[in-house]
């Protein structure tokens, strides 16, 4: 799949190792010449760094310099998801894959100066403390959030299994509240489904995409087919994505021949995905909402372009760029923002999100899932 590489787009985890050596050595002015290109941005940068060492009142630690150097670099790009990961920040990064480490099971994305929970996946600590889709993390442990990049959030919030992070948040209507969540062993469940009481409507809920997302949609779609599935609700609220192959997996038994989504890089390298399936066989209604994003987002995407089923709720959250991480020298590293995906149509919803066809929101206090009522009242028509 596109070409065999493997794009991921999770909102703030480690996508794709790309073991790239580049490094800084020293300080001469040839080196910095062949990084920058121009002399005179050279002797620039080194002039400074003299003065500070020469003239600041307290010790000055190279590393330290270096490190801040090149964080100011990256990040003035602009872009949130592109960053400097200094030897603790790539440390941390890296152990959340092994030892004992957890977290609290929250996807959350970067709105302006904002760290917004995109979701918290359910099952897991984050969701049984109350946490919610657009919820601002203002604070971590009583340290402001403001000066902080992507991963040091994300890294602040993981730990060892059984410790206690405390989360400020400020929710929808500016209120500012304490959480403490216990970090534990994530769960990412993927696919769950039933026929819907009393008609031959199906709904399967995605939480998250992972590898065996494509494969368990697939047994779960078949399974409700022998129970006489003629409809299908598709549920992809607070999914905040995870791997685009397999939301690709999903759209394939669900679009019509064409494309489905393509990537492109910087220099407008285009890599396509399509689906071969002759005819859409069943009504499909799909449910989104703030929390859906990234692979969720291409599943919809292609959904809505095609016209292959109609989308109920809110608008998605807009997460339409793909990472890599490049490991430098001294266990550094940068993850940077390598392409953007598009719909069908060729649209990019990046920090655009997608509407929905049907716009339904869900009340905090609703006692019925008003936004499922109305999808099924939709399939049922459609099935009359």
């Known amino acids: 799949m596109f070409g065999k590489r493997r794009w991921q787009l999770t909102a703030c985890c480690l996508l794709t190792a790309v073991l790239t050596t580049a490094a800084i050595v ?20 080194l002039r400074t760094m003299k003065l500070l060492k020469r003239n600041y009142n307290g010790e000055v630690d190279n590393h330290q310099l270096f490190d801040g150097a090149l964080k100011g670099m990256v990040e003035s790009v602009g872009d949130p998801y592109t960053v400097y990961l200094n030897k603790k920040d790539f440390q941390q990064l890296s152990e959340m894959t092994v030892g004992s480490f957890g977290g609290i099971g929250i996807v959350f994305g970067k709105r302006g100066n904002d760290y917004v929970v ?11 403390a109350g946490i ?34 405390t989360l400020e948040l400020k929710d929808k209507e500016g209120k500012l509240r304490k959480v403490n ?10 696919v769950a489904g039933q026929m819907l009481a009393n008609t031959k409507i199906g709904y399967i809920r995605i939480a998250i995409f992972n590898e065996n997302t494509g494969d368990d949609f697939a047994k779960k779609y078949a399974e409700l087919e022998k129970q006489g599935m003629q409809a299908l609700v598709l ?42 399936l002759e005819k859409v066989k069943y009504p499909l209604a799909v449910l ?22 109609k989308l109920f709720g809110v608008k998605t959250f807009g997460k339409g760029s793909v990472q890599s991480v490049y490991r430098l020298d001294n266990n550094t590293a940068v993850k940077i923002t390598v392409a953007k995906y598009y719909t069908p149509s060729g649209v990019s919803i990046h920090n655009v ?12 206090d609703a006692t019925v899932d008003v936004q499922l009522k109305a999808a099924e009242d939709y399939l049922l028509q459609q099935l009359q």
């Open 288 to 309: 989104v909402d703030h929390g859906s994003a990234s692979a969720s987002e291409i599943v919809a995407g292609a959904i809505k372009d095609t016209k292959s089923g």
């Open 26 to 45: 020293g300080t001469e002015a040839v080196l910095l010449n062949r990084l920058t290109g121009s002399v005179s941005e050279s002797v620039r940068f």
């Open 235 to 276: 549920d992809l609220r607070e999914n905040p994505g995870g791997i685009l192959d397999a939301g690709v997996d999903v759209a394939k038994m669900l679009v019509p021949k064409g494309p489905i989504v393509s990537v492109i890089d910087k220099n407008g390298n285009k890599f396509e995905e399509t689906s071969s």
């Open 353 to 364: 999100g997608i509407e929905p066809d049907v716009k339904v929101e869900l009340p905090d």
């Open 118 to 128: 995109i979701s918290a996946l359910e099952d897991n600590p984050g969701a049984k």
């Open 181 to 190: 969540v216990v970090r534990a062993e994530i769960k990412n469940p993927s």
């Open 132 to 165: 919610k889709s657009g919820d601002i993390i203002t604070a971590i442990d009583d340290k402001s959030t403001r000066e902080m990049n992507m991963e040091q959030v994300a890294n602040k919030i993981r730990g060892k299994y059984g410790t206690t992070v």
